[in-house]
């Protein structure tokens, strides 16, 4: 693999904390998949350049918690004004038993696709479909996708032996697994995809779909023990709503969280999606267990469900990271809208906390508690942290080299910046991408991605649609 030296580059962020968060460059160089230096450099024989005049480098997302096959969902009018659980039923339980293996293939495609093109370079997939029998193969789908585009790719297998459907004449893609034939497939996973290395391209991660709901806890238990022998971590949802405080309390009589540190289900090696309704001793458990967050503020605001406490979070030890959730609650289901609302949300959720200092608070000074060095650092080192990809997240010396490479001065929206180098996540929209690199090697150039017709994509994405909206009826 040849040398690379990306030049004169306007900012860089390195999504490394505090006063690391930006390096002065303005040149970074890229050998054998790595960063090799970061700095003013000087070109060497026969290397390849990219001007970076007017631009801005981050590390590319991490993006930790997707469903790729809800891609084909997006806006669906029957649950597009519901909650999450009348959602569930009117949205992904009503139309993923229809879809079919080329819906599902396309569907990754194009999630995988809006990812890339928002400078995404590794994907953690929170894939349950699955049932008995299946004729096909989802999760070989996924991995060939990703592979195609070039992109790191974490499998977490979702699924379970419980359904929240009328077990009567259930659907064959809506009936449940049995513990037995979900622990096979997952033995079987890991031995084919998986990867243990620092920088691996393939991952595999024990989820069953959500704890209080996809399986009994005897059967929690043993997902944990037997991911923990396999050297795999552990995901799933959690907390999304009040909901959750309610089964888990009629069932259990306690609390979500503690449920989960019950059956094992707490510690560095897990992460859960959402989040959002949680109680300081909740927040305080998932700290001192370093248990991580996937923070989806846009699916957690178009669902109703709320904002969750990131910055408690945080304060209090656990680890955080971003991701876009389903495109079928998230019509953006993209790193730089996730992220751009990631910002605002975690300020306004700072606003919405504020007491007067007649009343014995701080005012708003809270609120300014949460910068776009943070929430870069929490989608690239974070997302990174949480999946045990220690060598990916962050531009250093010696770590891989993933990275974007976002305009700034084609774009109206960027104009007048005092700092440009916040654009990419302050300003929104759709990024000016110029270039994507995964592992050193390019993946988008000029907002396109080689060999892949978006307008076939597009042509076959609305046929696919009208198809399954027959089907359903």
Known sequence: MSSLLIRNATAILTGVQGGAARAAGPDLRVKKGRIAAIGKLAPEPGERQIDASGCAIYPSWVNTHHHLFQSLLKGDAVGLNATLTPWLAATPMRLRPLMTENDFRLAARIGLLELALSGCGTVADHNYHYFPDMPYDTSAILF??????????????????????????????????????????????????????????????????????????????ETARVARDLGLKLHSHLSETVHYHDSVWDKHGMKPVEFCETIGWLGDDVWFAHLVKLDEDEIATLGKTRTGIAHCPQSNGRLGSGIAPVRALEAAGAKISIGVDGAASNEAADMISETHAAWLMARARGGYEAVAHCRGGRGEGDAAGVTVEDVVRWGSAGGADVLGLDAVGTLEVGKAADFSVYGLDRDPRYFGLHDPAIGPVASGGTADLRYLFVAGKEVVRDGRVPNLDVLELGRQSREAVAALLARAG
């Open 144 to 221: 060939e996708e990703a592979r195609k585009l070039g992109l790191r790719f974490v499998l977490c297998r979702g699924g379970g032996t419980q359904t929240r459907l009328e077990t009567k004449d259930l659907s064959p893609p809506s009936r449940p697994e049995t513990l037995e034939g979900f622990l096979a497939d997952m033995r079987r996973l890991a031995k084919e995809y998986h990867d243990p290395s620092p920088d691996a391209m393939q991952r595999v991660v024990m989820a069953p779909t959500t704890p209080p709901h996809s399986m009994l806890p005897e059967e929690m238990r």
